[in-house]
DNA sequence: CCTGCTACCTGATGGC
DNA sequence: TGCCATCAGGTAGCAG
């Protein structure tokens, strides 16, 4: 689930369920969801979540990039959803499917889920504190997400703008796809070195991109998940996007045919030869 | 410090 | 139908 939009709407779809809500019981079924990114110790791990969290309530949701977080009386338990994890809702104590991670309240029960294991679930400290959420850039859906401050952060970096936009430590929340459709949008090529940008295409840049996040989170909340469905998944999000995924079709701009180029072992589309 | 490459996982899809 | 290759909305860790 994906990139800012996508878990925004998660969070605020899921406040309702979980805030003011006390832990009844936590049960990880694959260890490997709860496991420390230096690899080792899951069942440890697994052991301690499962013995620490009943008792502990819910003060508030938040998101923090790609991570959402929920905000324990002692504690917070940060998750990242990476490529394919998922929240479902269980009216009942029982879950049925793949649940990696499953956190009973005495209303129902919250499962986190990723089959593909990519995804995490862990409980920190302090949600701040913790590593990759420690290093995070602005947050584009912020007021301080500023044109100036943007302009800043894309000239101390030589890197090409696609990859730029990718990392998590300049802006964060901003993935595959809307790297691309921001792009897009700016005119921009994902090949352009960030520090070469004059400011009316760093302007462009930044209203591109906080136009199509803004988009996206919209069309993710209309209609918004529906977690009791285990396979709800976002609906109507290919028609606000006008070149992700669309290699060889025409450009919705020009009508040249849109391009496909790796980049950091990523999929770039973009359209040659109007993204300059 | 920055940069680029690889590993981590599983499932869906398409060509033969 | 089976098999293989390729692809996927992400990031941490590593070497240079």
Same mark, same amino acid.
């Given at each position: 689930? $994906?990139?800012?939009?996508?878990?925004?709407?998660?969070?605020?779809? %899921?406040?309702?369920?979980?805030?003011?809500?006390?832990?009844?019981r936590c049960r990880v079924l694959? $260890?490997?969801?709860?496991? /420390?990114?230096?690899? &080792?110790g899951a069942k440890r791990v697994a052991a301690m979540l499962t013995r620490m969290l009943p008792g502990r309530t819910i003060l508030r949701t938040e998101r923090r990039g790609k991570?959402?977080?929920?905000?324990?009386? &002692?504690?917070?338990?940060?998750?990242?959803?990476?490529l394919?994890?998922?929240?479902?809702?269980?009216?009942?104590?029982? !879950?049925?499917?793949?649940?990696?991670?499953?956190?009973?309240?005495?209303?129902? !029960?919250?499962g986190f889920v990723d089959p593909r294991h990519f995804g995490r679930f862990q409980l920190e400290?302090? %949600?701040?504190?913790? /590593?990759? #959420? &420690?290093?995070?850039? %602005?947050? /584009?859906?912020?007021?301080?997400? !500023?044109?100036?401050?943007?302009?800043?952060?894309?000239?101390?970096?030589a890197r090409p703008l696609k990859i730029f936009l990718l990392d998590q430590n300049k802006v964060a929340g901003i993935g595959n796809i809307y790297s691309n459709e921001a792009m897009w949008h700016a005119r921009l090529s994902p090949l352009r070195?960030?520090?070469?940008?004059?400011?009316?295409?760093?302007?462009?840049l930044h209203k591109s991109i906080v136009d199509v996040l803004g988009r996206a989170l919209e069309c993710c909340l209309r209609p918004a /998940?529906?977690? &009791?469905? $285990?396979?709800?998944?976002? =609906?109507?999000?290919? *028609? #606000?996007?006008r070149v992700y995924g669309r290699e060889g079709r025409k450009c919705r701009r020009c009508g040249d045919r849109i391009a496909?180029?790796? =980049?950091?072992?990523?999929?770039?589309?973009?359209? *040659?030869?109007?993204? *300059?």
């Open positions: 689930m $994906p990139e800012l939009p996508e878990v925004e709407a998660v969070l605020r779809t %899921i406040r309702p369920f979980v805030e003011g809500r006390t832990i009844v694959h $260890p490997i969801a709860v496991r /420390p990114s230096s690899g &080792r991570y959402l977080a929920l905000i324990l009386d &002692r504690g917070a338990i940060a998750m990242h959803f990476r394919d994890g998922q929240l479902l809702w269980f009216d009942t104590a029982e !879950t049925k499917g793949h649940v990696d991670v499953a956190l009973q309240f005495d209303h129902g !029960t919250l400290d302090s %949600i701040d504190q913790t /590593p990759g #959420i &420690r290093d995070l850039g %602005i947050d /584009p859906l912020l007021s301080e997400f !500023t044109a100036e401050r943007f302009a800043e952060l894309l000239a101390a970096s070195r960030a520090h070469d940008l004059n400011a009316t295409e760093v302007r462009r /998940p529906d977690f &009791r469905d $285990p396979n709800w998944w976002f =609906q109507g999000l290919e *028609k #606000i996007l496909r180029t790796a =980049q950091g072992g990523r999929s770039t589309f973009w359209c *040659k030869r109007c993204q *300059k």
